[in-house]
Structures are given as structure tokens and as C-alpha cells.
């Protein structure tokens, strides 16, 4: 290899091809994460999904529900909690939603295993 403008040429030409394969591979990821999320959402509640794909729409069943045992640890430190019907935030102690009038449950604060 040369030394020089033609290398400085040659390694322009590098970067710029690297950041198209970066932007097309972003696009693919982005692409597959939109299909993965498709799907979940179409099959979340399907039982007979094939056992490749159910062991990967459980887990995230699991972690979405962790994320809503995080958000109610989150807010009963702020004195809150949310009710499970419409998403209104309330006092921690109430017995019933003041928006939809829902009869709210024991809040979920046991993380699950994954
Ligand atoms: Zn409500």
C-alpha cells in the first residue's frame, strides 16, 4: 500500500462505504426489532406458538410485568400508585380510581424470576 494522498483517498472512500454499512445495518436491526415486536404483540396471548418462539414472548411477558413491579415501587416511595384499568396515578392508599372509578387491587411489588 502507498503512502500518501492516495492512501488518505483510499481511507476516505473506507469511511464512507463503513458508515453506509453502519446506516444499512442500523436499518436491519431497527427492521428486525419492529418484526420482533409485531409479533409479540400479535402472539402474546396465542398458547400454541411454536416452542422456539415461546421461550423469548414469555420472557418478555416477564419483563414487561417487572417493569410495572418497578414502576409501582417507583411511585408507592413517592406515596402513589396507578390504577390497573385506566393508567390514573392516585394516592397510594386509595380504594378505587377517581377517574374511572375502578376497584383497585393489591398493588404487585414481587419482581419474578427470569
Ligand atoms: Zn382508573
Do not use: H
Not at 420482533?36 to 420472557?59: A, F, M, R
Not at 380504594?95 to 375502578?102: A, E, M, P, R
Request: glycine share 4%.
Amino acid at each position: 500500500m502507498a503512502w500518501g494522498p492516495k492512501k488518505d483517498a483510499v481511507s476516505a472512500e473506507v469511511k464512507s462505504i463503513e458508515l453506509s454499512l453502519k446506516q444499512v445495518e442500523d436499518a436491519k436491526t431497527d427492521m428486525i426489532y419492529q418484526l420482533g415486536e409485531l409479533y409479540y404483540e400479535s402472539n402474546k396471548d396465542n398458547e400454541s406458538i411454536d416452542d422456539i418462539y415461546k421461550e423469548k414472548v414469555d420472557t418478555i411477558k416477564k419483563l414487561e410485568y417487572n417493569c410495572k413491579v418497578w414502576n409501582n415501587r417507583k411511585l408507592k416511595t413517592q406515596g402513589l400508585r396507578m390504577c390497573e384499568n385506566c393508567g390514573n396515578t392516585l394516592p397510594y392508599d386509595s380504594s378505587f380510581c377517581n377517574k374511572c372509578g375502578y376497584k383497585l387491587q393489591a398493588v404487585s411489588e414481587e419482581l419474578v424470576i427470569i
